[in-house]
């Protein structure tokens, strides 16, 4: 999203912010053990609070899977399900 208006600059940089959430959701690690070479774990964990209430994880989300799912010569969207019944 763009910057508000009014106020300091930003000074972070959206897409490291975004290369960090994706690291901390895709290996489960703690906010803690961020890695230093990405934005501060409370810069991150801002960014994660304000783009999950507002849905652009969500969103974010959904065109990755669909620029992936092309990337792999498949359809945006599956057609089809297989749903195991086996009882436990």
């Known amino acids: 999203p763009p910057a ?24 489960g690690c703690q906010w803690r053990a961020v890695p230093k070479d990405l ?3 409370s810069t991150l964990f801002d960014y994660f609070d304000l783009w999950n209430w507002d849905g652009t ?5 959904d065109e990755l899977y669909v620029k992936c799912r092309e990337a792999m010569d498949r359809e945006a969207s599956p057609t089809a399900c297989i749903i195991d019944s086996q009882s436990v």
């Open 4 to 27: 508000k208006r009014g106020g300091r600059r930003r000074e972070v940089n959206v897409r490291e912010v975004v290369n960090g959430l994706l690291y901390v959701l895709s290996t």
């Open 39 to 41: 934005p501060a774990k």
């Open 57 to 61: 994880l969500g969103r974010l989300h």
